[in-house]
């Protein structure tokens, strides 16, 4: 249950995937595990599947997508996920759409947007929400 408390995002998400059972296992037996980006200085993740959730909410300044970024071990996979119309910083201060600029011409690297009234998949009512505020 503290698990559940620490991390209601992603808990439940995996227990949307997995079921319950199995979620807490994963926590449980550090099958899963979450990491403050702030503890994430000299550690390397290798054969690891990392996920960066939020990360519209990064300032430039801090470089903490550099310091994520940089712990990418051999054999990992990477998926940054943000969307820069729910961030409270300016384009020009948000460390994502820095990296995309940065990082966009690198082979092993693809930056996807996506659309925001076909890709939404919260429910329909979120979609029509959404075409509301910015349709």
Same mark, same amino acid.
């Given at each position: 249950e ?19 059972? +199995?979620?807490?296992?994963?926590f ?8 403050v980006?702030?503890?994430m200085?000299g ?11 939020? +990360? ?8 903490i997508?550099?310091?994520?970024l ?16 729910q ?11 820095d990296?995309?600029n940065r ?5 092993e690297? +693809? ?9 939404v ?14 349709g």
């Open positions: 503290k698990v559940r408390e620490l991390y209601n995002g992603l808990y439940h998400n995996l227990e949307f995937i997995v079921g319950y059972q +199995a979620a807490n296992e994963y449980e037996k550090g099958i899963v595990e979450t990491v980006l702030s503890n200085r550690s390397s993740f290798s054969s690891s599947f990392l996920v960066l959730d939020e +990360a519209s909410l990064l300032h430039v300044e801090g470089n997508m550099k310091l994520f940089t712990r990418i071990g051999k054999n990992s996979k990477v998926v940054i996920l943000g969307d820069r119309r961030s409270t910083l300016d384009p020009n201060d948000m460390d994502m759409l990296a995309m990082l966009h011409d690198i082979d690297i +693809a930056c996807v947007e996506m659309d925001d009234f076909v890709d998949q919260r429910s329909e009512i979120v979609r029509k929400i959404l075409q509301k505020y910015e």
